[in-house]
């Protein structure tokens, strides 16, 4: 098992920065890991929410089922992976910085199989990913 996590600083409003980070019709925009994001339950996001992520991951795609497991806007996002390549969980945290957003992010997963025997390189992966789609929703956020 890993955990990663990134911070940031977002010259915006948290709620601002909430509501576009938190929204899966954005991730494709700021993760450029993922092809496709959607809610597969009655809308809106909420705790019981699910969730199907189709994304590239180490040159393949895979797709992810999660479900909203707290949802508290403009202060946390957290949901956990129900299908997948590892089991996962990933956390956002929002908190105001004057008039600008502080956000941590921090994932958790589980490699098992033949993933178990390169976990350091997924966690770098994963750390790398993470680190640069926060920068990008940062930048878009700020233009």
Known sequence: MFTVAETILIERDRAAVFAYLTDPANRSRWDTSVISEEITSEPPVRPGTTLRTRMRVMGREVEYDWRVTHFEPPIVMAARSSAGIMP?????????????????AEIEASPGGMLRFVEPVVADTVRSTLAQGLARAKAQLEA
């Not at 945290?93 to 600008?100: I, T």
């Open 88 to 104: 996962t969980t990933l956390r956002f945290d929002f908190s105001e910085r004057g008039e600008a957003c502080h956000v941590r």
